[in-house]
DNA sequence: AAATTATGACTGACTAGTCAGTCATAGTCA
DNA sequence: TGACTATGACTGACTAGTCAGTCATAATTT
C-alpha cells in the first residue's frame, strides 16, 4: 500500500546491544520495568510509549506483542506489583486469627506497619501505591478493582478482628471498629510526604507508624 | 490532510505580547471555574483548553487573554483557591496564642477539622487539593510553594503550640510535636476516599477526623 | 475613529498504534 | 557437517489523529 521510500540499512542503535537481547519472559519483564520508571515518573496521560521502549532498549513495536496498548500495559503493572502485597497482608492478618492464643491486635498493627515500610515504603512500589491514587479517579475499573481486592477486604478483616479485640478487652473503644481507616491514615501521609517533601524535610515512616498505633492502643507500652 | 480553501500567508514571528487585563474580571472568573471543573475532572495533562474554553462559553483565543498558558491556568486556579483557606486556617492558629487564656489545643484542633470539614470536604477545594496530590511530584515548582508556604509554616505553628500544651500538661506525650502529621493524616484519607471510594462506602469525615483527635487528646471527654 | 476585547480557523509539534520487512536461530535433509 | 528453509521475535518508518498556542479579523466599547 505504501511505496516504502527508503529503507534504512539496519540502523542499529549500536551501543553493544546489537542482538537479540533476551527472549520472550525476559522482554515482558523488561518491558515493564521501564514502564514502572516512566509511569511513576511521569503518570499515565504523560508517558510517551517511545521513551518506554527507549528505557528497556527496544522498538515501540515489541511493546505491542507483549501487551494489547498502553493501558493494559499500565493496568499490568499495577497488577503485577499489588498482587504480592495483597498475598502477604492476607498472611499477616490471618495470623492473628487461627490461633487459640491469639496475637495482639496490637501485635498485627504493628506487622502490617512493618510490611508496609518494608514492601512498600522501602520499595518501588511506593510508587505503585501514588500511581493509583494519582489515576484511581480517571480509571474507575481501576479504583473499583482495588476496592474490592484490597480496601474493602483489608477494611473488614480488620474491623472483624477489631471487634474481637473490644469484645476481649484489648480495645477499651470501639473507634478502630469504626474507623479501621485511620490505622491506613498515616501510611497514606507516609507516601505523599516521600513523594513530595521528602527533600525538604524527610520524615521518619516508621517512628510515624509506631507513634499512631501506640496511640491507638492507649499508649500501654512502647518496646 | 487538511484541504483548506484558503490561508493567510503565515508569518510574523512578531512575539509582542502587548496585552492588559483590566476590566474583563467576569471573563477571568468564568475561565476560572470552568478550569477547576476540567482539570479536577481529567487532571492537567488530559484536560484541553477547548474543553475548557467550552465550557466557559468562550473562545479559545480568549483564555490567553488571561493566562499566560495553560500551566498559569492551572498555577492561578490553584493559588487561588488555597489562598483564602491559608488566611482562614492562619486566624484560627492565631486565635489560640495571642490571648492569655489560651484554648486548649485540642479545642484549637477541633477547630481546624471543622475548618476542614466546611472549607475544604464541603466545596470544591476538595479537588483542588487532590489535584495539589496528583499533580505535585510533576510540578516541583508546585510542591515547593506549597510546602513552603502552607505545609512547613502550618507543621511549625502547629508544633510550637503542642510544645507548649506539653509544657503546660494538656498533653502527657510529645508524640504530636514529633508528629503533627498525625492531625493532617485522617484529612487527607478523608480527601483520597472521598475522591475514590466514597460511591462503594461513604465515609463520615466530621466524624473520622473527631475519632482522631479524641484519640491523640487521650480521649478525655467527648462533647 | 481608535482602542480594546473576543473569536475560531489554522499551524506545528507531538504520539499511540500499525505493519511490511528483517534476521537470528531452529529444524530438515543429504 | 554444511546448505537450505521455516519461523516468529523484533524493528522503526509511517498513518491518522490530537491539541497547545497563534493571529488575522470581527465585535464592542470608549
Same sequence: chains 1, 2.
Avoid: C
Avoid at 498493627?109 to 518501588?124: K, N
Amino acid at each position: 500500500m505504501r511505496t516504502s521510500a527508503k529503507r534504512k540499512p539496519r540502523g542499529t542503535t549500536d551501543g553493544g546491544q546489537g542482538k537479540r537481547a533476551g527472549q520472550g519472559a525476559d522482554r515482558r519483564a523488561q518491558i515493564l520495568v521501564a514502564a514502572l520508571d516512566e509511569f511513576s515518573l511521569h503518570g499515565f496521560e504523560a508517558t510517551r510509549l517511545d521513551d518506554v521502549a527507549k528505557r528497556a532498549h527496544v522498538a515501540k513495536g515489541t511493546i505491542y506483542l507483549y501487551f494489547k496498548d498502553k493501558e493494559s500495559l499500565f493496568q499490568e503493572l499495577l497488577r503485577a506489583q499489588i498482587g504480592p502485597v495483597i498475598g502477604m497482608l492476607e498472611a499477616v492478618l490471618a495470623g492473628g486469627t487461627k490461633e487459640k492464643k491469639p496475637v495482639p491486635l496490637r501485635e498485627l498493627a504493628h506487622r502490617v506497619a512493618d510490611l508496609f515500610v518494608e514492601q512498600v515504603i522501602g520499595t518501588r512500589r511506593k510508587d505503585i501505591v501514588r500511581l493509583i491514587l494519582t489515576e484511581g479517579p480517571r480509571f474507575p475499573k481501576l479504583a473499583e478493582f482495588y476496592y474490592r481486592e484490597v480496601i474493602s477486604r483489608g477494611l473488614s478483616a480488620f474491623r472483624a478482628r477489631a471487634k474481637r479485640a473490644v469484645n476481649e478487652g484489648e480495645l477499651k473503644s470501639d473507634t478502630l471498629v469504626r474507623f479501621p481507616h485511620l490505622i491506613v491514615a498515616p501510611a497514606l501521609v507516609s507516601i505523599i510526604w516521600k513523594s513530595m517533601f521528602d527533600k525538604f524535610e524527610p520524615l521518619d515512616v516508621k517512628a510515624l507508624m509506631k507513634a499512631q498505633i501506640d496511640i491507638l492502643f492507649d499508649k500501654e507500652e512502647r518496646p
